[in-house]
């Protein structure tokens, strides 16, 4: 662009000296000429800068590490004009661990028509790409003069771990799937002994045979055993070392999905703690879909850096909690089983993560083939 200025500068000197020298007359309508000239490139950028819109939409709202997507730019122009340069900036952040890179391009859009650019995304951790286009630039055709404008647009992809499927729908072991409590019906299943009738009791649950002993009819009471929740919990904090950062978030999140996944395969629900450095939030979970949403909510905003800190706040829940997720713990309590994605603390009493194989890790453990 200043190139551009500098060339026209000289050019309207060179015209200037012409006029004085020869032909003067001529020359002066032509020096005019060059001075109005910068004034229609000036209200072209800026009227056509004015009328552009851009959209921006995404190939997938999901994704799995190593996969492509791509992010699809347009540009349309209304007027009749025609726009020679268009110069954006879309800038691609991961919000969980505060990585990114920008994409620079340019290109020409045609007067009445429209432009399309596509840039492929191919991140290589889990959390939220965040892709925001924050600006544009509009040039003239000479590139003497531009027009900024402002474009706040954004659209998020959410990168999730590939986790696949447990093989074979399998006890998990443990005193965790073992039966708490009966929940109490009228439904055959296993009977529990009799009671008075009641309102809206069904008619074929009367014992007819012991009623006749009674002065009131009385009801068969069965029980069905319910499985008790088992309880996870997971230390959202990851210890400050950025080589390896987004490799151990990948392997707990992966564990983390695969062991809802596993559990509720088995007919369990899941009861998870998912603990900061100064707060626990406290879902149930009964089949893994309804991870999702939890997911999406974890992964907009950054790990804690304490791990420590967030061990401190899972103990003063007070609950037997079984299970465990968490880049490092100190000194883990031996009756808890723990899955490190740090493999200095595996040593302690816990099993390693690593991203791609945290999964079959867990499944292991689960079902007790893992000693």
């Known amino acids: 662009m200043w190139y551009a200025k500098l060339l026209y500068l000289l050019l309207t000197g060179i015209v200037y000296l012409f006029s004085m020298l020869y032909l003067p007359e001529f020359s002066i309508y032509l020096l005019i000429s060059m001075l109005l000239l910068p004034l229609g490139f000036f209200v072209m950028a800026h009227y056509t800068g004015k009328k552009l819109t851009i959209q921006m ?84 055709l000479l590139h003497l003069f531009s027009h900024r404008n402002a474009v706040v647009q954004s659209q998020s992809l959410l990168v999730l771990p590939l986790v696949p499927q447990p093989g074979e729908k399998a006890h998990i072991s443990g005193s965790q799937n073992q039966t708490a409590q009966m929940q109490l019906t009228t439904e055959p299943e296993e009977l529990l002994g009799v009671r008075s009738y009641r309102n ?35 230390l959202y904090a990851l210890h400050p070392q950025p080589a390896t950062s987004g490799d151990r978030l990948d392997a707990m999140l992966e564990a983390l999905t695969a062991f809802v996944k596993m559990a509720c395969s088995d007919d369990n629900s899941v009861t998870l703690l998912i603990c900061w450095e100064t707060q626990c939030q406290h879902y149930i979970l009964s089949e893994p879909k309804e991870l999702m949403p939890i997911l999406r909510s974890l992964l907009a905003s950054p790990p804690g850096t304490n791990p420590s800190a967030c061990w401190n706040t899972l103990e ?24 490190f994605a740090d493999t200095t603390s595996a040593g302690n009493g816990g099993w390693t993560i690593s991203p791609q194989h945290a999964a079959e890790t867990v499944y292991q453990v689960l079902t007790g083939s893992l000693t």
């Open 57 to 140: 939409t995404v190939s997938a709202a999901s994704m799995h590490p190593g996969e492509t997507s791509s992010c699809t730019v347009l540009l349309r122009n209304p007027t009749r004009l025609p726009i020679g340069t268009v110069k954006l900036i879309l800038q691609g952040n991961n919000m969980v661990l505060g990585d990114g890179e920008a994409w620079e391009f340019q290109t020409a859009v045609p007067a009445n028509g429209t432009a399309r650019l596509t840039v492929s995304v191919e991140p290589e951790h889990c959390g939220e790409i965040r892709l925001a286009l924050m600006e544009f630039r509009v040039f003239d």
């Open 200 to 234: 809206g009791d069904r008619m074929r649950a009367i014992h007819w045979k012991l009623s006749s002993r009674f002065p009131e009819p009385v009801v068969r009471e069965y029980g069905i055993p319910v499985k008790s929740p088992i309880v996870l919990g997971f």
């Open 316 to 339: 003063q829940i007070g609950e037997q909690i079984p299970f465990c997720i968490a880049d490092s713990i100190a000194v883990p309590p031996e009756d808890m089983t723990i899955f």
